[in-house]
């Protein structure tokens, strides 16, 4: 892919998976709560996957999916350290939406899901799309 389509792509990605997740987390729009819950947490992952995509543009999409899961899994264990300063973070509403308040395992595995998700769309359409592109440049 060309380096300047990059360039917007993956922002924008990642502009509109943060826009996404803050809406079916925050905005009422009448969602189950399970969708809430989970579509919020999955979308957050993602959003992780676009951010190394961008910082490293040219890994494979496989690499940057267990790279991603492995940030994302990590962050969700650290819920279950509970100094008082990550609590008073954790209370605010950056600290719910960056960090989360409560461990689950079920989060664990929307990220993964969420995460496969986002790497099979980039590998097959997004980066296949550019290179596309440049073949007929």
Same mark, same amino acid.
């Given at each position: 892919?060309?380096?300047?389509?990059?360039?917007?792509?993956?922002?924008?990605?990642?502009?509109?998976?943060?826009?996404?997740?803050?809406?079916?987390?925050f905005?009422?729009?009448?969602?189950?709560?399970?969708?809430?819950?989970?579509?919020?947490?999955?979308?957050?992952a993602?959003?992780?996957?676009?951010?190394?995509?961008?910082?490293?543009?040219?890994?494979? $999409?496989?690499? +940057? @999916?267990?790279? &991603? !899961? *492995?940030?994302?899994?990590?962050?969700?264990?650290? =819920?279950?350290?509970?100094? #008082?300063?990550?609590?008073?973070?954790?209370?605010?509403?950056?600290?719910?939406?960056?960090?989360?308040?409560?461990?689950?395992?079920?989060?664990?595995? $929307?990220y993964? +899901? @969420?995460?496969? &998700? !986002? *790497?099979l769309?980039?590998?097959?359409?997004?980066? =296949?799309?550019?290179?596309? #592109?440049?073949?007929?440049?």
């Open positions: 892919m060309k380096a300047p389509t990059q360039r917007l792509i993956y922002p924008g990605a990642a502009l509109a998976t943060v826009a996404a997740g803050l809406s079916v987390r905005a009422p729009l009448g969602l189950p709560w399970v969708v809430m819950k989970y579509g919020g947490s999955a979308l957050w993602v959003m992780i996957y676009w951010m190394l995509r961008l910082v490293w543009p040219r890994s494979g $999409a496989v690499l +940057l @999916a267990l790279v &991603a !899961g *492995a940030i994302a899994t990590l962050v969700e264990f650290t =819920r279950l350290y509970h100094p #008082a300063w990550l609590d008073a973070f954790r209370a605010s509403l950056a600290g719910a939406v960056l960090l989360g308040r409560y461990f689950s395992v079920r989060n664990i595995a $929307a993964w +899901l @969420a995460i496969a &998700a !986002g *790497a769309l980039d590998a097959c359409v997004i980066r =296949r799309a550019g290179n596309r #592109a440049l073949l007929e440049s």
